[in-house]
């Protein structure tokens, strides 16, 4: 929601499952759309309703049905904005995303559309999201074919992070070292395929590239092991600075007592004072108090070292 006010829009769907095949009918929007089992569906356009009089906003989405029986299970992607009638601008001109759309078909629009939280929450497994991802890549592939060949000058940039996240999520398989690696797993190779995937589109764009084009292959950042962690807030915790109203499991800051606690961690290693004034429940007094603090963590910190 953008606003605490803001209605919350849904849409129901039926699914009809045959009684003696691996198959299901769904119906959503008006639509019918009948998958087998293990297999994932097109892109599906559906509308909701945010508020009377104004047009229905329109997204896309996919199925992927991962069981009939004994327990019924079916995998609904994200919803995407839908790129050929976007509710709000995601390309420059305004009309760009309706064009890559009508060459090359629907495609993910998300920030990152390779569905990590599906494959970490076991909702895909490794097999799965493999086929998740490949649908992202090949639609980037397309994108980066249609776009070279209309090229004439200027700047061509198109980021693919396929190698990104399959690094992340398959290094485990990938490094023999690693506490979660399992021996003759059949996915040691994923992120070396996912290099050779890459090498092969910079083949393909090198084939079009003349004299006059500089080309310019750059990564983000590399790869690396990933054994250990420091968790700050439970060292917050362990020091008195961090307060729980009870030692129970929950999501992140659920159960801290903020009227004993004067620093909390979020984010990747983002410190933060329990200011008075900004926080809802801040407890440090901005001024001396505040610099006391913040020269107390900074030296402690500084002082830690892996035993």
């Not at 290099?195 to 310019?216: F, H, N, P, S």
Request: glycine share 6%.
């Amino acid at each position: 929601d953008f606003k605490k006010d803001t209605p919350s829009s849904t849409l129901d769907f039926s699914v009809f499952v045959d009684a003696s095949h691996p198959v299901i009918r769904i119906e959503v929007d008006g639509q019918r759309v009948q998958i087998a089992e293990k297999q994932w569906s097109d892109w599906v356009r559906v509308g909701f309703e945010l508020a009377p009089f104004v047009p229905r906003v329109r997204g896309i989405c996919r199925f992927y049905l991962k069981e009939v029986r004994p327990h019924f299970k079916l995998y609904v992607s994200p919803i995407n904005i839908d790129p050929s009638s976007p509710a709000l601008p995601i390309s420059t001109p305004d009309s760009y995303s309706a064009e890559l759309q009508d060459h090359l078909g629907m495609f993910y629009t998300q920030g990152i559309p390779q569905d990590t939280k599906a494959l970490a929450s076991a909702v895909l497994d490794d097999g799965e999201f493999l086929q998740q991802a490949r649908f992202v890549l090949e639609e980037e592939l397309k994108m980066l074919q249609y776009q070279s060949e209309r090229l004439q000058e200027g700047l061509l940039f198109l980021y693919f992070g396929t190698v990104d996240q399959l690094s992340h999520t398959f290094w485990r398989n990938f490094d023999p070292q690693h506490p979660a690696h399992e021996l003759g797993n059949p996915y040691a190779s994923v992120i070396e395929d996912a290099y050779r995937e890459m090498d092969g589109a910079l083949a393909k764009l090198l084939e079009k590239v003349d004299a006059q084009t500089t080309l310019m292959v750059l990564s983000d950042h590399g790869f690396a092991p990933f054994y250990r962690a420091f968790h700050l807030n439970s060292w917050l915790r362990s020091q008195g600075y961090v307060s729980l109203l009870d030692f129970s499991q929950g999501e992140m800051l659920q159960n801290v007592d903020w009227k004993n606690t004067r620093a909390y961690a979020t984010g990747f290693n983002l410190l933060y004072l329990n200011l008075q004034g900004r926080e809802k429940e801040g407890i440090v007094a901005p001024g001396a108090e505040q610099q006391r603090l913040l020269d107390e963590l900074t030296n402690t910190l500084l002082a830690l070292r892996d035993p």
